[in-house]
């Protein structure tokens, strides 16, 4: 029987935030992982008992008699490593796992998702995104550091990755834009789709909000755009071209990004909402809007298309490889653009058909490569056959 030890620790609050893409990522691979093979290999998973961590997981730790290794620090990962001999050490997010030394009886597989901090180094409006004038200035310095060490940033990354033996990444941008970055690493790279994420009971029953609104998410994450769409959707508000809808805004909107706003009876924000409440308000929206400037894959548009909703997505990175031709593009940096495609897209809505066939041509690549990924985890090769 395999021994898998299961990284759980980066499915846990992340850089401030509660949820991310990269955790949601983890969790729906552990649900697989557990329910279809865990009767194949002995799992070990390991999080710090600290932080945040779901309740079902928890709860699936102790129904399937899973083996817990606490930790505090990715110190503690080398201890875990060094003290029992694993089969496979899986991490769906090993970005920060190029020193950690790993034993040659095991094998070391982990999940790249993009390359943001190489082909996403700032925004001219990150200050935007910051409430204090120095944190602005030190965002403003960040930012040009990183584009003045983007050499650099491209070699600490290779680090990470040169570090597993298998790699997945979660499409075919990103399984190109490593070669591109590293022609000559010498890794076999297989692209796996993003498996579509745990939601065990949406609350879609009824309308959230009664009126017509179109949704932004992520609005406190400087890639994912929202000071220039909110910059669009004020001005079709000022030219009264908006009057029948609402804007729902998702992620604590930063002060700056606030005083933009003129028409504030327009706007209903919140903070946070569960991922059950979010699945809510996907359904019942009018129009997403999802004007990122980075993307390892775009789950968020698909899950607004589940719905047969019309999304307005960004023509970047992996995002037309996921969305086909389902949905409205622009380019995320033109904000006339972003209000034109707005108004085309309330009074045109994309084909449920249309919308449907590309979800479903995902949907089963995503659920069948999620079975493969857990198949090679228990396998645990060293190369991909």
Same mark, same amino acid.
């Given at each position: 029987?395999?021994?898998?030890?299961?990284?759980?620790?980066?499915?846990?609050?992340?850089?401030?935030?509660?949820?991310?893409?990269?955790? @949601?990522?983890?969790?729906?691979?552990?649900?697989?992982?557990?329910?279809?093979?865990?009767?194949?290999? #002995?799992?070990?998973?390991?999080?710090?008992?600290?932080?945040?961590?779901?309740?079902?997981?928890?709860?699936?730790?102790?129904?399937?008699?899973?083996?817990?290794?606490?930790? *505090?620090?990715?110190?503690?990962?080398?201890?875990?490593?060094?003290?029992?001999?694993?089969?496979?050490?899986? %991490?769906?997010?090993?970005?920060?796992?190029?020193?950690? &030394?790993?034993?040659?009886?095991?094998?070391?597989?982990?999940?790249?998702?993009?390359?943001?901090?190489?082909?996403?180094?700032?925004?001219?409006?990150?200050?935007?995104?910051?409430?204090?004038?120095?944190?602005?200035?030190?965002?403003?310095?960040?930012?040009?550091?990183? @584009?003045?060490? &983007?050499?650099?940033?491209?070699?600490?990354?290779? *680090?990470?990755?040169?570090?597993?033996?298998?790699?997945?990444?979660?499409?075919?941008?990103?399984?190109?834009?490593?070669?591109?970055?590293?022609?000559?690493?010498?890794?076999?790279?297989?692209?796996?789709?993003?498996?579509?994420?745990?939601?065990? #009971?949406?609350?879609?029953?009824?309308?959230?909000?009664?009126?017509?609104?179109?949704?932004?998410?992520?609005?406190?994450?400087? @890639?994912?755009?929202?000071?220039?769409?909110?910059?669009?959707?004020?001005?079709?508000? %000022?030219?009264?071209?908006?009057?029948?809808? *609402?804007?729902?805004?998702?992620?604590?909107?930063?002060?700056?990004?606030?005083?933009?706003?003129?028409?504030?009876?327009?706007?209903?924000?919140?903070?946070?909402?569960?991922?059950?409440?979010?699945?809510?308000?996907?359904?019942?929206?009018?129009?997403?809007?999802?004007?990122?400037?980075?993307?390892?894959?775009?789950?968020?548009?698909?899950?607004?298309?589940?719905?047969?909703?019309?999304?307005?997505? #960004?023509?970047?990175? #992996?995002?037309? @490889?996921?969305?086909?031709?389902?949905?409205?593009?622009?380019?995320?940096?033109?904000?006339?653009?972003?209000?034109?495609?707005?108004?085309?897209?309330?009074?045109?809505?994309? %084909?449920?058909?249309?919308?449907?066939?590309?979800?479903?041509?995902?949907?089963? *690549?995503?659920?069948?490569?999620?079975?493969?990924?857990?198949?090679?985890?228990?396998?645990?090769?060293?190369?991909?056959?």
């Amino acid at each position: 029987m395999k021994s898998i030890l299961f990284d759980l620790w980066q499915a846990q609050p992340l850089a401030g935030y509660k949820y991310h893409g990269g955790a @949601e990522y983890i969790k729906s691979v552990y649900n697989h992982l557990i329910n279809f093979f865990s009767e194949e290999c #002995s799992i070990t998973v390991f999080f710090n008992p600290a932080l945040f961590l779901d309740e079902w997981i928890l709860e699936s730790i102790n129904t399937h008699k899973i083996t817990i290794e606490p930790i *505090k620090t990715k110190a503690d990962i080398q201890k875990i490593l060094d003290k029992t001999k694993y089969d496979v050490f899986y %991490s769906g997010l090993p970005y920060m796992y190029g020193t950690l &030394r790993i034993p040659t009886e095991t094998v070391f597989f982990g999940t790249i998702h993009g390359l943001r901090s190489i082909e996403f180094p700032g925004d001219d409006f990150a200050y935007k995104y910051y409430a204090s004038p120095w944190a602005s200035i030190k965002s403003f310095i960040k930012n040009k550091i990183k @584009e003045f060490y &983007r050499k650099k940033n491209i070699e600490l990354l290779k *680090k990470g990755i040169l570090n597993l033996d298998n790699i997945v990444c979660v499409s075919n941008h990103t399984k190109y834009a490593i070669k591109n970055f590293y022609p000559l690493l010498n890794k076999n790279i297989e692209c796996l789709y993003t498996p579509q994420k745990v939601c065990l #009971s949406p609350k879609i029953d009824k309308p959230i909000i009664n009126d017509k609104y179109i949704l932004l998410i992520n609005c406190d994450r400087i @890639e994912k755009n929202s000071y220039r769409a909110i910059v669009a959707l004020e001005k079709l508000f %000022s030219k009264r071209l908006l009057e029948k809808h *609402k804007v729902v805004t998702i992620g604590k909107l930063p002060p700056k990004i606030i005083k933009t706003i003129v028409h504030k009876d327009k706007y209903i924000s919140y903070d946070y909402v569960s991922t059950e409440s979010l699945e809510g308000l996907y359904a019942n929206c009018d129009i997403f809007l999802y004007p990122t400037l980075n993307e390892g894959f775009g789950m968020p548009p698909l899950e607004a298309m589940k719905y047969g909703k019309t999304c307005i997505v #960004s023509a970047i990175c #992996s995002v037309p @490889e996921v969305c086909g031709d389902a949905v409205y593009y622009i380019n995320p940096y033109d904000i006339n653009e972003i209000q034109t495609r707005i108004l085309l897209a309330i009074e045109n809505k994309i %084909s449920e058909k249309k919308i449907t066939q590309q979800l479903q041509l995902i949907s089963e *690549k995503q659920n069948s490569d999620l079975h493969k990924l857990c198949q090679h985890i228990t396998n645990a090769y060293k190369t991909f056959k």
